[in-house]
Antibody, heavy 118, light 107 residues
Framework: QVLLQESGPGLLRPSETLSLTCAVSGFSISNGYYWAWVRQSPGKGLQWIASIYHGANTFYNPSLKSRVNISDDTSRNQFSLIVRSVTAADTAVYYC???????????WGPGTLVTVSS | SSELTQDPAVSVALGQTVRITCQGDSLRSYYASWYQQRPGQAPVLVVHGKNNRPSGIPDRFSGSDSGDTASLTIIGTQAEDEAVYYCHSRDRIDNRLFGGGTTLTVL
């Protein structure tokens, strides 16, 4: 069974850097899938942030590309997201997910709420 | 344009059939996938590709597509199907897109 679990700081101040990690169990992240981050602001819809494939291939939402970075650590079977210079608009539940080559997000983590507030 | 458009809300009587649609230029080239999200929970994949359901998804859920529109159909809607449904696809430059979501109310 594929399981994903996000971890993050919970609360940040404006202008700080958000760092999130997704621990994957039951499947190797080196095994031919994309790994992705999706967020959901309170009461709003889903927004794709970034995806990574085989470590070297990264893809970013153009609206966030200047502030985010996705990376992976195959030795720990996890992948991470950094969001720089956060504002209140970055307050959201952040989900990590597995994205198949056939373009469906087939496994999701439970999500972690990140609040940006002074 | 790289957008997916969904109706904000749809309602259906218990046991009846409902269709939720998703429109966008990218759907002329790529299949949509559909997600069910109940309050406080992560999204769950219900339909993907031409018309594929993951293990554990009831066969009352089905997908179809025509031109720039993808549809999710629920036949014999149950009370537990009340949720927000999102479509997803990609565009030609590797952006992943979500529709704005459709809130399904079962009457």
């Amino acid at each position: 069974q594929v399981l994903l679990q996000e971890s993050g700081p919970g609360l940040l101040r404006p202008s700080e850097t958000l760092s999130l990690t997704c621990a994957v169990s039951g499947f190797s992240i080196s095994n031919g899938y994309y790994w992705a981050w999706v967020r959901q602001s309170p009461g709003k819809g889903l927004q794709w942030i970034a995806s990574i494939y085989h470590g070297a291939n990264t893809f970013y939402n153009p609206s966030l590309k200047s502030r985010v970075n996705i990376s992976d650590d195959t030795s720990r079977n996890q992948f991470s997201l950094i969001v720089r210079s956060v504002t209140a608009a970055d307050t959201a539940v952040y989900y990590c997910a597995r994205l198949a080559i056939t373009e469906e997000f087939d496994y999701w983590g439970p999500g972690t709420l990140v609040t940006v507030s002074s | 344009s790289s957008e997916l458009t969904q109706d904000p809300a749809v309602s259906v009587a218990l046991g009846q059939t409902v269709r939720i649609t998703c429109q966008g230029d990218s759907l002329r080239s790529y299949y949509a996938s559909w997600y069910q999200q109940r309050p406080g929970q992560a999204p769950v994949l219900v339909v993907h590709g031409k018309n594929n359901r993951p293990s554990g998804i009831p066969d009352r859920f089905s997908g179809s597509d025509s031109g720039d529109t993808a549809s999710l159909t629920i036949i014999g809607t149950q009370a537990e199907d009340e949720a927000v449904y999102y479509c997803h696809s990609r565009d030609r430059i590797d952006n992943r897109l979500f529709g704005g979501g459709t809130t399904l109310t079962v009457l």
